[in-house]
């Protein structure tokens, strides 16, 4: 076994870690965790500690730590094929069963699914098809993305792109010229304090329609946006947001990619966002809780009227022209079928609810005094804690004090692990959907230590 400094060298000197102040960690600034073990909603790391995860990693190991059941599926699925590609009708049980596991949760005028490997490739695929798509109906001029600031579509070239946050393009020459973004449903963040939510919802509505209507409702191919905010805040929509919205796409012809990489297979506390919000997108994009992360997976599920054209395309041209080796991988494959059952076996999805909802009571019992928690949020097991300098304003703390940074910090002294979102003091919760009544109180109660620390 490597020795522990041996192992922090190797890590400093080889490591490219993404997310990470790059210079900061190379001296030896930013500490480093190497993670052991895990087991329901707890990780362990190689000094003993153990840590509530109160983030499910990166929001998305869903079933939580250390099920059995998904990894005998991956270990049989690998001693008996551990590869075959799915070119040319290929494919595997897995793969097939999977496939029809997914579009029997998903919303009914789904159609078909194809799997990548990560949210970003997803809908980097998305944003293909929807090419592909307005190509082969012969309006070529109609490409352009819109979507939403503070949206998180992934970190690649176009995904980056759509991505709505400033970290994201700094210094990476995106975003693409094809992505154009629209104000975010962020209630509690709108410019006029006025407002009435249904004013607001009026209002992002008619930005949209403006934006539509500048640039021509035929050079735009299709609007992307995650059911509720995710990385941009954790922030769900007001209610009439999404209604609101279609009502503008339909009108001008535009497709609608829901991204449920966070929202899909529960974490909302229904099957998917778009369930829960009434949305009937032409795609959605999967990945996180599909497998649950037991292994990279993710998918682009395709309503029948894009399908249909799909299909005419390749009557047309030959094969799509798309696919990556590793699509619907055996393993990731194996991986979702066994994590899909737990799912269900468990009534996991039916706790996030539940639970969600008494987390929610929790932290909210625990810090929504505090005079510089601005709100507390969440819809099933995605909430969040903004700070701000003054609660009637809404001023943010100047960033340079890094409030949420040091609150995050003093949660993890306390041994649970939240998330310090990328922009503004916001704290991010998204524990495993298994997470007990005991391990919510918990989580909701050093956070109120965690808040008495850093803000008195
Ligand atoms: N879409 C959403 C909504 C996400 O939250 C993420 C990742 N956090 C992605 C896409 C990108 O997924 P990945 O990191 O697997 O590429």
């Not at 109160?54 to 990894?71: D, H, K, P, T």
């Not at 005998?72 to 097939?96: F, K, N, P, W």
């Not at 579509?153 to 176009?158: A, D, E, I, V, Y």
């Not at 890094?402 to 041994?415: I, S």
Request: proline share 4%.
């Amino acid at each position: 076994m490597l020795r522990n400094d041996q192992m922090d060298a190797w890590d400093r000197e080889n490591f490219f870690h993404p997310s990470t102040h790059l210079a900061e960690f190379a001296r030896g600034n930013l500490p480093n965790r190497v993670v052991t073990g895990g087991n329901g909603c707890h990780i362990e790391d190689r000094n003993g500690n153990r840590l509530l995860d109160a983030f499910s990693g990166l929001y998305c190991v869903n079933v939580g730590y250390g099920r059995q059941e998904i990894a005998e599926a991956i270990a049989d699925q690998a001693r008996e094929l551990a590869y075959y590609h799915a070119y040319v009708g290929h494919g595997t049980e897995a793969s097939i069963t999977l496939a029809k596991m997914v579009l029997d949760r998903a919303p009914d005028h789904m159609s078909k699914v194809y799997f990548g490997l990560s949210g970003s490739d997803a809908n980097e695929t998305n944003i293909k098809l929807v090419w592909y798509y307005n190509n082969i109906l012969g309006r070529p001029e109609k490409k352009k993305i819109i979507s939403r600031w503070r949206g998180y579509h992934g970190s690649g070239l176009m995904t980056g792109s759509l991505t709505g946050l400033d970290l994201f393009h700094r210094k990476f020459d995106l975003p693409l010229t094809q992505v154009i973004h629209t104000e975010a449903p962020y209630y509690y963040r709108r410019v006029n304090l006025d407002q009435s939510e249904e004013q607001f919802v009026a209002h992002c509505a008619a930005e949209l329609e403006a934006l539509i209507e500048r640039e021509g409702a035929d050079t735009i191919a299709a609007f992307i946006g995650e059911p509720a905010l995710g990385t941009g805040g954790l922030v769900p929509p007001p209610a009439g947001y999404w209604d609101a919205i279609q009502t503008v796409l339909n009108k001008h012809d535009i497709l609608l990619i829901a991204d449920e990489v966070v929202t899909g297979f529960g974490r909302l506390g229904s099957m998917f966002g778009s369930d829960h919000y009434g949305i009937k997108p032409d795609i959605i994009t999967i990945a996180k809780g599909l497998t649950s992360a037991y292994a990279p997976l993710s998918g682009s599920i395709l309503s029948d009227k894009v399908w249909k054209v799909l299909e005419r395309g390749t009557d047309e041209n030959g094969a799509i022209g798309h696919g990556w080796t590793y699509s619907a991988h055996p393993i990731g494959a194996a991986a979702g079928v066994a994590n899909l059952k737990l799912l269900d076996d468990l009534r996991l999805v039916d706790n996030a609810r539940d639970m969600g909802a008494h987390f929610k009571q929790a932290l909210i019992d625990a810090v929504g005094d505090h005079p510089h928690v601005g709100e507390v949020r969440g819809e099933g097991l995605l909430c969040a804690v903004e700070f701000v300098e003054d609660r009637d304003s809404r001023t943010y703390f100047d960033p340079s004090r890094t409030v949420g940074a040091k609150v995050n910090a003093a949660l993890l002294d306390r041994g649970i692990i939240s998330r310090a979102m990328p922009q503004g003091d916001t704290l991010g919760f998204a524990p495993p959907f298994c997470l007990t009544r005991a391990e919510a109180e918990e989580i909701a109660a050093k956070l109120g230590d965690a808040v008495k620390e850093i803000l008195g």
